[in-house]
Nanobody, 120 residues
């Protein structure tokens, strides 16, 4: 089955940069959109950025100009380059992928997440 594995999180000070990676392993079907979401303790999960299967990307207003999402289709990897990090960026960053099997119903897969902590 398909699993998503995120990496790259850490503890940094405001203004620092981090690059997150999400690798889809044991891929058995086509992948439509891959996206990053984040969630702070006690808060709702929020959308961060996404890349569609045909290369169209978009991101949330809160990260525009600071985060860059990209996708390596050959290696089934999603990246999130984050610069000028702010304390409000703190949270667990999770990768999401929409799987499209040849037979059956499309479904979503979520990774376990990687922690990003930004201190002031």
């Amino acid at each position: 089955q398909v699993h998503l594995v995120e990496s790259g999180g850490g503890l940094v000070q405001a203004g620092a940069s981090l690059t997150l990676s999400c690798v889809a392993t044991r891929r058995t079907s086509s992948i439509d959109t891959m996206a990053w979401y984040r969630q702070a303790p006690g808060k709702e999960r929020e959308f961060v950025a996404r890349v569609t299967s045909d290369g169209m990307s978009s991101d949330a207003d809160s990260v525009m100009g600071r985060f860059t999402v990209s996708r390596d289709y050959t290696r089934n990897t999603l990246f999130l380059r984050m610069i000028n990090l702010k304390p409000e960026d703190t949270g667990v960053y999770c990768c999401n992928a929409v799987m499209v099997p040849s037979i059956g119903t499309r479904y979503e897969v979520w990774g376990q997440g990687t922690q990003v902590t930004v201190s002031s």
